[in-house]
């Protein structure tokens, strides 16, 4: 059965998911990438994303391995395919991941404005959906084909996909730093009032993680 997920999703102590004025040289904010430090140096991230061996092993590795798990397809918030606002100028922009991200299965991007299907290599396929979250993840459901599909960000989208009850369960990794100002990811959600409850809270090395689960 298709579960709607959100795994390694990166908060500071002060419940921002990413840092102020994003742009080419600040991909997730300024000061955003150091939300990201306790899984850098993990295997799973290392041998998924970058193709690198090695790596840490432990309780970190582990959450990100897992959030690799089962996966049919993505839903994505345009800020997490590139830092273009507005119609799009052309085609030239393909990501922030090179010619083969690590996704290897179909990636509903949400945009207000159209453009064709993107077909990357490793499996990847980019889809703009114009029509809203509920549109995107109906088509990231019929993708998935019975596997899960995991949200990842940003902030906004998982707002919004909490708001209307769609997420099944969460694993957050809160870092141990402060933002100050960015992406809130709590901001105007009360979770016990939408069937949210915490399940799981798990010391790592770099990063405490938190699973949330509805129902």
């Not at 084909?145 to 990842?152: C, K, L, M, T």
């Not at 996909?161 to 141990?176: K, M, Y």
Request: proline share 7%.
């Amino acid at each position: 059965m298709t579960q709607i997920r959100v795994d390694c999703y990166s908060i500071s102590a002060d419940g921002f998911g990413a840092g102020p004025a994003q742009s080419l040289e600040h991909p997730l904010g300024r000061g955003g990438t150091q939300l990201h430090e306790w899984v850098f140096p993990t295997r799973a991230f290392r041998t998924r994303v970058l193709g690198l061996a090695g790596g840490e092993t432990g309780v970190d590795d582990g959450f990100a391995a897992r959030g690799f798990e089962n996966l049919g397809a993505w839903i994505l918030g345009r800020n997490m395919f590139g830092p273009l606002r507005g119609p799009w100028p052309d085609e030239s922009w393909r990501g922030w991941w090179g010619d083969s991200p690590p996704y290897g299965v179909p990636v509903f991007v949400l945009t207000h404005h159209a453009r064709p299907s993107l077909e990357m290599q490793g499996g990847t396929v980019f889809h703009f959906v114009t029509a809203g979250f509920e549109a995107a993840l109906q088509q990231a459901r019929a993708a998935a084909a019975g596997r899960d599909v995991r949200i990842g960000g940003g902030a906004a989208t998982l707002r919004q996909a909490l708001q209307a009850g769609s997420i099944d369960r969460l694993h957050i990794a809160q870092s141990p730093v402060l933002v100050g100002q960015g992406e809130p990811l709590w901001a105007g959600l009360d979770l016990p009032a939408l069937g949210y409850r915490m399940t799981e809270v798990v010391p790592g090395e770099r990063a405490t993680h938190l699973r949330i689960e509805r129902g």
